[in-house]
């Protein structure tokens, strides 16, 4: 991945100023709520401790990564966007927990702040059809470093997971290979302030962000290569 350097606003907490090499930097955005942008953004960042040191930023205003992260049950830090300054220099990756609903400007910001913009959709309706308007902002400022989350995911037989990822596909959009399946283990996990891997026994939560992490790693070094 390619040297990140960024001014950081204060504000909206878009952007990372660095003063180091940065191996990864990931934004989580959506345009909707009730997504898993959070979720993601944890579980990514669990992901990521396990091959370095990692920090999330929480750039959100209802501050959920925070409120996540209060019984330090975590194993990577999370901090107050605003403080991304004092805090960066000491990791090699960094997950961001962007603010909700951003605008054109905002997305903008983002895509260019960042190695790789993931953007959680569930596969329903409504979510399809909001997220294909952030594909179109994305596209009419030319970025094209995102890739598409299918989350909440419903087990078989139902196939609205299967159909949503057709419909992306078939629409030209990037799409990571894996979903995130829903599961009532994500809630118990965000209220008692761990990683889905110390609540579901089964683990097929974690092992769902686990293959996400892994095809997010192959692709950074096929660029790299």
Sequence with gaps: MQLRHYAYDLNSGIGIYSARILSMVISVASYKGGVGKT???????????????????????????????????????????????????????????????????????????????????TPDAISLQ?????????????????????????????????????????????????GIRRLVAFQRAALEGVTVAEIDRKNLGWADYLQAGEEILSASRSVAA
């Design 130 to 178: 909001v997220l294909g308007d952030t594909a179109a902002a994305l596209r009419k400022i030319g970025a094209s470093n995102y890739r598409i989350l299918l989350t909440v995911v419903p087990p078989r037989p139902n196939r609205d997971g299967e159909e949503a990822r057709q419909y992306l596909t078939s629409s030209g959009m990037p799409v990571f290979r894996t």
């Design 39 to 121: 979720t993601t953004s944890i579980h990514l960042a669990a992901y990521f401790q396990t091959l370095a040191p990692t920090l999330l930023l929480d750039g959100d205003l209802n501050r959920s990564s925070l409120r996540w992260a209060e019984p330090g049950k975590l194993p990577f830090q999370v901090v107050d966007h605003r403080q991304a300054a004092m805090h960066i220099h000491r990791y090699q990756h960094v997950i961001v927990d962007t603010q909700a609903r951003p605008d054109e400007q905002d997305m903008k910001v983002l895509a260019g702040s960042c190695d790789l913009l993931v953007l959680p959709c």
